[in-house]
């Protein structure tokens, strides 16, 4: 019931910027509440893990390799969160997943509590 588009992304030399955005938006029913919103990474060959995540009173947590490089952002009433990424570096290679843990209200009334994910986009970091 409730999909998350991305955008952003590409291809950038070390030492570069990107950003990410992502909204989230109901399929069917509507979006009542989303609790922590953020990004996940998957490197080549590794494991996905949380590089960044925004609570929605804005409390903060970064992957310790992204702290001081990565700047994520949130706004409460568009459904958005934002990854600005500067000094970028090669290890930084990876897809970018957003997320959000959703409560929707769908089409009959009812709560459904969900974790979302976006499709994915990549980041490239390379000389």
């Known amino acids: 019931q409730v999909q998350l588009e991305e955008s952003g992304g590409g291809s950038v030399q070390p030492g570069g910027s990107l950003r990410l955005s992502c909204a989230a938006s109901?399929?069917?029913?509507?979006?009542?509440?989303?609790?922590?919103m953020g990004w996940y990474r998957r490197a080549p060959g590794k494991e996905r893990v949380l590089v960044a995540t925004m609570t929605s009173d804005y409390n903060i947590k970064y992957e310790d390799s992204v702290k001081g490089r990565f700047t994520i952002s949130r706004d409460n009433a568009k459904n958005t969160v934002s990854l600005q990424m500067d000094s970028l570096r090669p290890e930084d290679t990876a897809v970018y997943y957003c997320?959000?843990?959703?409560?929707?209200?769908?089409?009959?009334?009812?709560?459904?509590?969900?974790?979302?994910w976006g499709q994915g986009t990549e980041v490239t970091v390379s000389s």
């Open positions: 109901a399929v069917s029913g509507r979006i009542a509440r989303i609790d922590d």
């Open positions: 997320y959000g843990n959703i409560l929707a209200i769908g089409s009959s009334g009812e709560y459904i509590a969900l974790k979302s």
